[in-house]
């Protein structure tokens, strides 16, 4: 991390492997050079929470030894942000700090006390002012944030659709598969597998889902549907590649979540089923995918059957999938959108 002089810099400080492609956009947007830090903490579990965020931390840590080396710092998990800026507050300097930006932002709601100092945590955050930008990937969110804590933070907090790159193999994109027919599944965040398990143990279809143990915990789980956990990158990719449908069936609807497989089926050109929810509608619609209400076993149900009936309308859903992808939700445009709320500032 020596510094070149001369050499507007900027640090991507995460918690995963970051995209190159998503760099080089930035890199070539802002005309700007980019480093990467990263511990990837990829498929930790609920129960590493503590593990996690040693990680993040250490992330934060040497975000923060180096911050003066680097124009600008995107924080690529919230809480590395949240710790750097805690050192920069006590841990003063009359150097100059770099411009920083925070994504995703990602706040829900808390019972009783324990809320009400969850929120307090969460404002004295977003008041620190070595954080300058945070992003969310729904519109509705940045609504409800706004709204939640003030409308003097309109002007920090952006709303920005999230973009991934296509697959580094293409042998399961577009894929339908009839001799072996299944519906896939998969993710953690705000899911409802509770429903959806009920919607297919009425059903012929098969189904399988992919998550963590704690997602299914006390759910019985018919013949018909298939369990798998610890499955991540290509793995996941090849499961929901070779599927015939994909279904994501989330539990609060007015939480933001579901993003990242969403996108992940539009990408494969995979016909979605998916519960109709604050967010979702940024990325797409009843031309690309079939909307179902929320805790509707039945609602998941008619859809499964309307697919497996009509498999020109399952290929005209998955072809419209993947066209507006392509057109509106690659990691290219995710990189020129992020650019842009940087160039605020050069």
Request: glycine share 6%; net charge positive.
């Amino acid at each position: 991390m020596k510094r070149v002089p001369n050499i507007r810099e900027l640090l991507i400080a995460a918690d995963c492997k970051i995209d190159k492609m998503f760099a080089n956009t930035l890199a070539n947007e802002l005309g700007i050079r980019v480093d990467i830090f990263y511990i990837d903490s990829t498929g930790m579990k609920r129960l590493q929470k503590l593990k996690r965020h040693f990680n993040y931390f250490i992330v934060a840590i040497k975000a923060f030894l180096h911050r003066h080396n680097y124009d600008y710092i995107i924080f690529w998990q919230q809480f590395i942000g949240f710790y750097y800026a805690t050192m920069a507050r006590f841990f003063r300097s009359k150097m100059r700090n770099p411009t920083t930006l925070v994504l995703p932002l990602i706040y829900k709601q808390r019972r009783k006390l324990f809320g009400k100092t969850y929120k307090g945590l969460f404002r004295f955050f977003l008041d620190l002012n070595t954080l300058n930008w945070f992003i969310c990937h729904s519109a509705r969110e940045r609504e409800f944030y706004i709204k939640e804590f003030g409308a003097n933070y309109q002007e920090r907090i952006h709303f920005v659709p999230y973009g991934i790159k296509m697959p580094e193999t293409d042998s399961f994109v577009n894929n339908i598969v009839d001799k072996s027919r299944y519906f896939f599944s998969g993710g953690t965040s705000n899911r409802d597998y509770g429903t959806l398990i009920e919607a297919f143990r009425e059903l012929n279809e098969r189904l399988k889902i992919a998550c963590f143990r704690g997602d299914i915990k006390n759910l019985h789980i018919p013949s018909n549907i298939e369990v798998f956990h610890n499955v991540f990158g290509n793995e996941f990719l090849y499961y929901m590649g070779n599927a015939y449908g994909v279904v994501i069936s989330l539990d609060a609807p007015n939480i933001s979540s579901g993003q990242l497989v969403l996108l992940d089926a539009m990408r494969l050109g995979k016909a979605i089923i998916i519960t109709r929810s604050n967010g979702i509608e940024d990325y797409l619609d009843t031309s690309c995918a079939i909307l179902v209400e929320p805790h509707s076993a039945e609602d998941i149900r008619n859809a499964v059957r309307n697919l497996v009936n009509n498999k020109g309308k399952l290929c005209l859903l998955a072809a419209n999938a993947y066209r507006k992808y392509e057109a509106n939700f690659t990691i290219e445009k995710y990189g020129k959108r992020i650019a842009t709320i940087l160039k605020g500032n050069i």
